[in-house]
């Protein structure tokens, strides 16, 4: 089921989520519907704040990400491949020297800033059935994941620009909340007036 995304302003995107256990209700059934909601809005990334739930989980399919030319043939290979769940996830180490990236967020349609941050990751996580990993990720895999993990730490990307560049973008912010944007994909404003 395709669920609405959040709108950048909803209070939920601000929370630092929750952890869960095993014994989580629906907790396949919730997966699904994110991929599904993800697949919808044609993201890369979603993570459970942005369907209205404050928990610690976000989803990835960089199969989209595996066309770029500019990669090496691994890096397409493991793109092409890469749908995951990650479940209680924890960052346990950032490294190398920080390099830009243009980002955007379902939760801020028609938005899109290069974002600095470090190229290398090691993260603990839970699979969907709560078997730990520790993995380390690079490049636009660990790009995605720093993405979707700030999400369950109340953190957008916008938060990461330049004072001036949020000064730029602040009213089409303050926009989206109310609902203008041309979103392709149902979402839910928090400052919407009427239905
Ligand atoms: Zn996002």
């Known amino acids: 089921m395709i ?21 989580y209700l ?6 699904a519907n994110m991929f599904e909601t993800m697949y919808g809005a044609s993201g890369v990334g979603l993570a459970a704040p942005q369907i209205g ?3 610690r989980i976000f989803v ?8 770029d030319e500019d990669l090496s043939e691994e890096e397409q290979a493991q793109l092409k491949t890469f749908k995951k769940a990650f479940i209680n996830p924890e960052i346990i180490e ?11 967020c379902l939760s801020i349609p028609g938005i899109n800033e290069d974002v600095f941050r470090c190229p290398n990751i ?3 996580y839970q699979d969907q059935d709560f078997k730990e990993h520790v993995e380390k990720f690079d490049g ?9 993990y700030d999400h369950i730490e109340g953190i957008l990307f916008t938060d990461k620009l330049s004072s001036l560049k949020k000064r730029i973008i602040k009213s089409k912010l303050a926009g989206i909340s109310k609902g203008k944007t041309n979103a392709d994909y149902r979402m839910r404003f928090p400052e919407k007036k009427g239905r």
């Not at 629906?26 to 997966?31: A, F, N, S, T």
């Open 140 to 148: 636009l895999l660990a790009r995605v994941i720093q993405h979707e």
């Open 60 to 67: 990835v399919d960089a199969t989209p990400f595996a066309d």
């Open 122 to 124: 090691k993260i603990k």
């Open 53 to 55: 739930k404050a928990i």
């Open 26 to 31: 629906k907790l396949d059934e919730l997966i």
């Open 94 to 104: 950032e490294t190398g020297d920080e390099w830009a990236f243009s980002e955007g």
């Open 3 to 23: 669920l609405p995304i959040v709108a950048y302003g909803d209070p939920v995107l601000r929370k630092k989520a929750a952890p869960i256990t095993q014994d």
